[in-house]
């Protein structure tokens, strides 16, 4: 493994993170503060800044969006099947929560009048709230809703994600490769979490966290980062990496926000999304099973410094091919 370079990397994405909160910090700035907002907005670029640098004036590879995941893009099939594959498992993942959190007695469920769906759509999407329905599920507004969620908000998250992503899964991981699968895996997930260092020093200092929270915080970003990981090793590509990213940030909610009713309980067992006590045990399922079917085994090692593939989802020779 070439340490010099990664920890020039993880060096610069921590160093560089801290500064740009740095005026928040010392502002006393809380969650809910724009300076924190704005914080966020621009730290997020951090890794891919950190991994720019580092591929261009350390490492300085032949081919340097290679060395990024930016590229082969094709087959074309694979990388968008990835993609897509990766938006849907965390919507998926949403609703398997919320209703794991139902059955366990976590939250209230609303299937009558959807008063959960009603109040989400009134808060988020305010612009789709006249056509919410008299009773029943508000479909018209539901979709409508969606398309705000579509357009506007995944887009957004997208953009915010390559800045993130580009760095973590792009670079660090398959520099980390030569440790193994799961330790890179692991530890790339772990380093990630860990950046969020500013947001959760601000959290603690705000009263908003105990440490419970930043532990359980920390264990499910790792986690979360072995799933990222995944799609970049299955598809070859940082694209799905990136889709995975931003479909876990975004839409992950709807379950929770479509189900449950509007005045449901929550807590550090599950406060909605894959949050909480209840969606870390959801993604820990879903790696457990990636690991059980041998889907996390690297095989074919690329020697020009991109990230060697793992097996496919099927024994078929690819399932996006």
Same mark, same amino acid.
């Given at each position: 493994?070439?340490?010099?370079?990664?920890?020039?990397?993880?060096?610069?994405?921590?160093?560089?993170?801290?500064?740009?909160?740095?005026?928040?910090?010392?502002?006393?700035?809380?969650?809910?503060?724009?300076?924190?907002?704005?914080?966020?907005?621009?730290?997020?670029?951090?890794?891919?800044? !950190?991994? =720019? #640098?580092? +591929?261009? @004036?350390?490492?300085?590879?032949?081919?340097? $969006?290679? %060395? &990024? /995941?930016?590229?082969? *893009?094709?087959?074309?099939?694979?990388?968008v099947?990835?993609?897509?594959? !990766?938006? =849907? #498992?965390f +919507?998926? @993942?949403?609703?398997v929560?919320?209703?794991a $959190?139902? %059955? &366990? /007695?976590?939250?209230? *469920?609303?299937?009558?009048?959807?008063?959960?769906a009603?109040?989400a759509?009134?808060?988020?999407?305010?612009?789709?709230?006249?056509?919410?329905?008299?009773t029943?599920?508000?479909?018209?507004?539901?979709?409508q809703?969606?398309v705000?969620v579509?357009?506007?908000i995944?887009?957004?998250?997208?953009?915010?994600?390559?800045?993130?992503?580009?760095?973590?899964?792009?670079?660090?991981?398959?520099?980390?490769?030569?440790?193994?699968?799961?330790?890179?895996?692991?530890?790339?997930?772990?380093?990630?979490?860990?950046?969020?260092?500013?947001?959760?020093?601000?959290?603690?200092?705000?009263?908003?966290?105990?440490?419970?929270?930043?532990?359980?915080?920390?264990?499910?970003?790792?986690?979360?980062g072995?799933?990222?990981?995944?799609?970049?090793?299955?598809?070859?590509?940082?694209?799905?990496?990136?889709?995975?990213?931003?479909?876990?940030n975004?839409?992950?909610?709807?379950?929770?926000?479509?189900?449950?009713?509007?005045?449901?309980?929550?807590?550090?067992?599950?406060?909605?999304?894959?949050?909480?006590?209840?969606?870390?045990?959801?993604?820990l399922?879903?790696?457990?099973?990636?690991?059980?079917?041998?889907?996390?085994?690297?095989?074919?090692?690329?020697?020009n410094g991109?990230?060697?593939?793992?097996?496919?989802?099927?024994?078929?020779?690819?399932?996006?091919?």
């Amino acid at each position: 493994m070439p340490v010099r370079e990664v920890a020039i990397f993880v060096g610069l994405a921590y160093v560089l993170a801290w500064l740009v909160f740095t005026p928040a910090l010392l502002g006393g700035a809380e969650p809910a503060d724009p300076a924190f907002g704005v914080s966020t907005q621009i730290y997020v670029f951090t890794p891919a800044s !950190a991994a =720019l #640098l580092v +591929v261009f @004036l350390v490492r300085r590879p032949a081919q340097r $969006a290679r %060395a &990024l /995941g930016l590229v082969p *893009l094709r087959p074309v099939r694979r990388i968008v099947g990835y993609s897509l594959l !990766a938006l =849907l #498992l965390f +919507v998926v @993942l949403g609703f398997v929560a919320t209703l794991a $959190a139902a %059955a &366990l /007695g976590v939250i209230r *469920l609303d299937l009558a009048d959807f008063s959960g769906a009603r109040a989400a759509i009134e808060e988020r999407a305010p612009s789709a709230a006249d056509a919410v329905s008299a009773t029943g599920f508000p479909t018209e507004a539901y979709l409508q809703a969606l398309v705000v969620v579509f357009v506007a908000i995944l887009p957004m998250s997208l953009l915010w994600n390559v800045g993130e992503e580009l760095g973590w899964r792009g670079y660090l991981l398959p520099r980390l490769l030569p440790l193994g699968v799961w330790p890179a895996l692991l530890l790339s997930g772990l380093i990630h979490a860990l950046w969020h260092g500013p947001q959760m020093l601000i959290h603690l200092r705000s009263g908003g966290w105990g440490w419970e929270n930043l532990a359980l915080f920390v264990v499910s970003v790792t986690f979360a980062g072995v799933l990222f990981g995944w799609m970049r090793l299955a598809s070859g590509s940082v694209w799905p990496a990136v889709v995975a990213h931003a479909a876990n940030n975004s839409l992950n909610i709807l379950g929770f926000l479509t189900l449950s009713a509007a005045d449901s309980p929550t807590s550090l067992l599950y406060p909605g999304g894959l949050g909480g006590v209840i969606g870390l045990a959801v993604v820990l399922a879903v790696v457990g099973v990636l690991a059980a079917t041998g889907r996390l085994r690297m095989r074919n090692p690329d020697r020009n410094g991109a990230a060697p593939r793992l097996p496919p989802w099927t024994s078929a020779p690819s399932i996006w091919s």
